[in-house]
C-alpha cells in the first residue's frame, strides 16, 4: 500500500485529473502533475507541476524520480511514455491496457474477442477497405478517426458509400473506423474500479444524454431494467478483467431499440457520466482512483441520492459569466467549475449535480437552473 503521505503522479492536466488531485490531497497525498500546458486545470492546483510534453524524457525521469505511484486521465498518452514510466515506478493503468483502448478499431476488435457485442464496424485504413465494408455495415454509418477523438469531434455521418469516400478525404485519410448507426432506445455507462488483486467495485449505472456527440445530461438511478443494468455491468467488469484493468474506468454502452445492451466504447480513466458520483455516492470516481492506485481498500460505491448531473460548455457563457448566483440560489445543486480560463462552444467548462427524492424531480430541477444559468 502506498500510504497518505506519499506523492502520486497525474499524466494530463484536464479536468479529471484536477478532480483526481482534489480528491488525492484531500486524503493527504502530494500530486504532480505532467501536461504541456501551463494553465492546465490540474495542473495549477497540483502540488508540483511538471510543464513538458508526453514524451519528453527528461521529464518523464523527474516526474518518476518524485512519485509513488503514477496514473492517468487521457487515454492519449503514449502507451510507450507508460512503459517507460512502468520500470521506473508503480504505474496504473498498465500501458498494455492504454493501448488497447488508444485505438477504436484495436478496441472493438478487443471487445469482439471477449464475445461483447460492438456496432458492426470496419477498419478503414484505404479507399480500398471502404469497398470491402459494403457488405458488413448498413448506411446510415458514422466515419469516424480511429485515434484521438472525443466529444464527437472527427465523426462524419454517411448515407452512402460515396459519402464515406469524401468523409474519409475530409478527414485527411488517416485511419477511420465506419460504424454502422444504431438506432439508439437510451445510452447508459458502468463505471466501475478494479483494484491490484482483481477485486471489482461497480457504481450505479448510468442514464446519458448526449447532444452533438458530447455529453449533456446524466440521471441515476437510470431508468433501465434491473436486469438490463446488471448484464451492462457483467460486460463492463469482463472488459476489466480482459484488459487486467487496474484503476477507475468506464464502459459506454448503447441501448438498441431491440433492447440490446451494445459496448460503444471504454474510457480508461474516470468518466463524465461518473461526475455524478462527486456528490451522490458514498465514494467518488475519483477517491476510488487514488484508492486503486495506492491499493487501498475500495470505498463504497452506494447511491446516496437521486441525482442528475448536467454539463456545462462554453456556450452557456456568451459575451459574460453565467448566473451563477441564481444556480448556487437552488440549496441541492453542487457546482463544479475546472478554471479554465477560455470558455469555447463545446468546451467543457464544468457540470453541476442536482440532488432530489427522485430523478424526475431532480431533472426538473436540473432543467430550469440549465435555462436561468445562461449568459445574456
Ligand atoms: P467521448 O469520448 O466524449 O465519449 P467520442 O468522440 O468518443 O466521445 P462516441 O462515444 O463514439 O464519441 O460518440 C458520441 C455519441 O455519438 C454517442 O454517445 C452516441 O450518442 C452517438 N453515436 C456514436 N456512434 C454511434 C453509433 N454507431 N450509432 C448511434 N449513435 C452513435
Ligand atoms: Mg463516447
Not at 484505404?126 to 466529444?151: N, R, W
Not at 459574460?320 to 479554465?340: E, R, V
Request: aromatic fraction near 6%; hydrophobic fraction near 40%.
Amino acid at each position: 500500500m502506498i500510504l497518505p503521505g506519499a506523492t502520486l503522479g497525474m499524466l494530463g492536466g484536464g479536468q479529471l485529473g484536477r478532480m483526481f488531485t482534489t480528491a488525492a490531497q484531500t486524503l493527504g497525498y502530494k500530486v504532480v502533475v505532467l501536461d504541456p500546458d501551463t494553465n492546465s486545470p490540474a495542473g495549477i492546483i497540483a502540488d508540483q507541476h511538471i510543464c513538458a510534453k508526453y514524451d519528453d524524457s527528461a521529464a518523464l525521469e523527474q516526474l518518476a524520480q518524485l512519485c509513488d505511484a503514477i496514473t492517468t486521465e487521457f487515454e492519449n498518452i503514449p502507451a510507450t511514455t507508460l512503459a517507460y514510466l512502468e520500470t521506473k515506478t508503480v504505474v496504473h493503468p498498465s500501458s498494455s491496457a492504454l493501448a488497447k483502448t488508444q485505438n477504436r478499431n484495436v478496441e472493438k476488435q478487443f471487445i469482439a474477442s471477449l464475445d461483447i457485442p460492438t456496432v458492426p464496424f470496419s477498419p478503414i485504413h484505404t479507399e480500398a477497405d471502404i469497398i470491402d465494408a459494403e457488405s458488413k455495415i448498413q448506411f446510415p454509418a458514422i466515419l469516424k478517426v480511429a485515434t484521438f477523438g472525443y466529444d464527437g469531434k472527427g465523426q462524419i455521418v454517411c448515407q452512402s458509400l460515396q459519402e464515406v469516400f469524401q468523409a474519409f478525404e475530409s478527414l485527411g485519410k488517416v485511419e477511420c473506423v465506419l460504424e454502422q448507426r444504431i438506432d439508439l432506445e437510451r445510452e447508459i455507462s458502468v463505471v466501475l474500479a478494479r483494484n491490484v488483486s482483481g477485486q471489482i467495485t461497480n457504481f450505479p449505472v448510468a442514464e446519458n444524454v448526449h447532444i452533438n456527440g458530447i455529453l449533456h445530461s446524466t440521471t441515476v438511478p437510470s431508468s433501465v431494467s434491473v436486469l438490463l443494468a446488471q448484464s451492462a455491468m457483467e460486460m463492463a467488469d469482463k472488459i476489466a478483467e480482459g484488459l487486467d484493468y487496474v484503476g477507475t474506468m468506464a464502459v459506454e454502452c448503447f441501448i438498441s431499440t431491440t433492447g440490446d445492451v451494445i459496448v460503444n466504447e471504454i474510457a480508461p480513466r474516470p468518466h463524465n457520466s461518473g461526475h455524478f458520483t462527486l456528490n451522490a455516492c458514498v465514494t467518488s470516481q475519483f477517491e476510488q482512483q487514488v484508492r486503486m492506485l495506492c491499493d487501498l481498500p475500495s470505498g463504497n460505491c452506494d447511491l446516496t441520492s437521486p441525482v442528475v448531473m448536467i454539463n456545462l460548455l462554453g456556450d452557456v457563457w456568451g459575451n459574460s459569466q453565467p448566473h451563477w448566483d441564481t444556480l448556487l440560489a437552488h440549496p441541492n445543486i453542487k457546482l463544479h467549475l475546472y478554471g479554465k480560463k477560455e470558455a469555447r462552444p463545446g468546451r467543457k467548462m464544468g457540470h453541476f449535480n442536482v440532488l432530489a427524492d427522485d430523478t424526475e424531480h431532480a431533472m426538473k430541477i436540473a432543467n430550469q437552473a440549465f435555462v436561468e444559468l445562461k449568459a445574456d
